[in-house]
């Protein structure tokens, strides 16, 4: 039993082993597309709402 629990906290990442891999799989240019991009989306948005406002 605590031979097991023992190698269960040897293969969980910790919190900074984390970050990186996320760090590796997310790049900062990702993240600045994801930002423009949710941006745009929100700005499509509030414009569709207005179209369809102005049109009733």
């Known amino acids: 039993?605590?031979?097991?629990?023992?190698?269960?906290?040897?293969?969980?990442?910790?919190v900074p082993q984390?970050?990186?891999l996320l760090r590796q799989w997310i790049s900062p240019n990702d993240l600045r597309i994801a930002q423009i991009a949710?941006?745009?989306?929100?700005?499509?948005?509030?414009f569709m709402i207005y179209s369809?406002?102005?049109h009733q």
């Open 1 to 14: 039993m605590v031979r097991a629990q023992r190698f269960r906290k040897s293969f969980q990442p910790t």
């Open 18 to 20: 984390k970050e990186i």
């Open 38 to 46: 949710a941006v745009i989306d929100a700005v499509t948005f509030d």
């Open 52 to 54: 369809l406002q102005k």
